[in-house]
């Protein structure tokens, strides 16, 4: 494999960092664009990619990171050490910054009995221990197969247990009573409705079919020495999927917070097609400009989340008699004052993305990539 296509899964890994960052960090005192925000339960918007991409580029890199063979019980060990890393920076990042400031300006530690359970890395985790499990012992057809079974299963199970009016409610759904169940109110999302959980335990088998599809699409670029070949098939395979999702969106509509089939099926159309032209560019068209930014990202991509995610909550920590945090005391008197509305919103979270790839830069000077 050359070092274009490297490159081009790097700036892939990239781009869906620095708009993940965008996106997560629009601050108070305006409302951010549309394509900006998740849709309220149905629907699709730019901001609906994002984390499926993220899933995606994760399959990509597995498809490295697995070719040289490991013996079973280190390979085992070291998929099981991986995914508790995540999951427990993922656990300990919703309880940071361990301690919060209480109405009278005291100081008191979070409770770790409301301490969210689940979340993005959590999800992460347990995507990549599942998915990284059936890349070591299933053949391409097995793959496919159980990506099959795991789509057409969660759409029957959620249906198969619940009334049909009840089937995709934000807390009516299967999946929602499994978390309730398990997880626990105290331990769920506390941005929605109470017993609602986004990143839950059920509506992570579809999730998991996207870092297979990511796997998948990584082995056809790794073993594919035509390249031209290589951008056919996946944009021919990115087509039909958000064909296919399109007609299944009739029955089972998109919601990214449900994490519906058809949306996995969607989500991972529309990424075949954009990792198609990044290759195209980089491969075919032999260019580089403009990549160098994304790269950056893409090297160093949970550790870069990671920042941008705790950086925030530090800033968020600290507020003023009116309850608004630092961060978005900035956002209101800092970029609010020459940009009104979704402008200055969008100014400030770009702002912040480039603090953070700031933190890329500099640990690529270091020459410094991390793994988590």
Not at 38 to 58: E, M, R
Not at 165 to 184: E, P, R, S
Not at 320 to 331: F, K, R, V
Request: net charge positive; charged share 15%; with cysteine.
């Amino acid at each position: 494999m050359s070092a274009a296509r490297y490159t081009a899964l790097d700036v892939f890994r990239g781009l869906t960092v620095c708009v993940m960052i965008v996106v997560n960090t629009s601050p108070a005192g305006a409302e951010p664009f549309a394509q900006l925000q998740h849709a309220q339960w149905f629907g699709f918007t730019l901001t609906d990619l994002v984390f499926p991409s993220f899933l995606f580029a994760i399959g990509n890199s597995m498809v490295f990171a697995f070719r040289k063979p490991l013996p079973h019980k280190e390979f085992l060990l070291k998929v099981l050490r991986r995914s508790a890393l995540i999951f427990l920076l993922g656990y300990l990042m919703y309880w940071f910054p361990f301690v919060h400031q209480t109405t009278d300006g005291a100081w008191a530690f979070n409770d770790i009995g409301h301490t969210r359970i689940m979340g993005v890395l959590q999800r992460i985790a347990l995507c990549y221990l599942f998915a990284s499990l059936a890349a070591r012992y299933l053949s391409v057809r097995g793959l496919v197969i159980l990506s099959a079974l795991l789509l057409f299963g969660y759409w029957g199970l959620l249906y198969a247990f619940t009334p049909a009016a009840d089937a995709l409610t934000m807390t009516g759904n299967l999946g929602a009573k499994i978390d309730q169940f398990v997880l626990g109110l105290d331990h769920m999302y506390r941005g929605g409705a109470k017993g609602y959980e986004p990143e839950g335990l059920l509506s992570t088998l579809p999730a998991i079919v996207n870092v297979l599809a990511g796997y998948l699409c990584g082995r056809l670029i790794l073993d594919s020495e035509d390249r031209r070949r290589t951008v056919m098939i996946l944009s021919g395979a990115g087509l039909a999927l958000v064909a296919a999702a399109l007609v299944w969106s009739f029955g089972f509509p998109f919601s990214k917070r449900l994490w519906t089939s058809s949306f996995a099926v969607l989500t991972i159309g529309l990424d075949c097609l954009i990792l198609s032209g990044i290759i195209a560019y980089v491969d075919l068209a032999e260019r580089r400009e403009g990549l160098g930014f994304f790269e950056t990202f893409g090297r160093n991509p949970l550790v870069i989340y990671l920042f941008s995610e705790l950086l925030v909550t530090v800033l968020q920590t600290f507020k003023n008699a009116d309850g608004h945090g630092l961060y978005d005391l900035i956002g209101l008197h800092v970029f609010q004052t020459p940009l009104t509305g979704s402008w200055g919103a969008l100014a400030c979270a770009m702002c912040y993305m480039l603090i953070c790839w700031a933190l890329g830069w500099w640990m690529d000077r270091k020459h410094l990539i991390i793994k988590l």
